[in-house]
């Protein structure tokens, strides 16, 4: 089992607020891979551009737990993302968890 932060931009990089239902597109994309998601808040980040200049962008992070098999279609769907929201790049970290869902 696989669990991944996804940091999707709030903000085009011109500083327009990203429409709300290209966001809920995406989310609906990762509950339907993953069977669900968490929402991990709003995050100010800083990255350089391929020029060296210093840029400033807010993404909300979500966390979701695949099998490894489905990274690929993971890696797709932020793909997409990645076009939809006119980004260079969509940010990716993943690794092995074990998961267990607790029931009373």
Known sequence: MLKCTILLPIRYNDGEWVEEGHLASIRDELINLAGG?????????????CAGKCIRDESESYFVCIDAD???????????????????CIYL?????HLDLIRP
């Open 37 to 49: 998601l968490t929402y991990g808040g709003i995050h100010a980040g800083l990255w350089k551009d």
């Open 70 to 88: 489905k990274l690929n279609d993971l890696r797709a769907i932020l793909q997409r993302a990645a076009f939809k929201l006119e980004q260079d």
């Open 93 to 97: 970290d993943y690794h092995e968890v």
